[in-house]
């Protein structure tokens, strides 16, 4: 290889003009569309049990 060739550059990787954000921000959104709810947090409201006194 003659020195006034030098070694070339790799060029960004895309897969069909697809950006690496665009993957990025279609990834999260199927995440968040195919993770079920989270079930709703107990109530708390029921009536606090009273403290006894110490013997």
């Not at 950006?19 to 109530?43: F, K, Q, Y």
Request: charged share 20%; glycine share 4%.
């Amino acid at each position: 290889m003659p020195a006034t060739e030098s070694k070339r550059q790799p060029l960004p990787f895309t897969v069909a003009g697809v950006s690496m954000s665009e993957l990025l921000a279609a990834c999260e959104a199927a995440a968040l569309i195919s993770t079920p709810p989270r079930a709703p947090e107990p109530e708390l409201s029921g009536p606090a049990e009273e403290h006894r006194e110490a013997a």
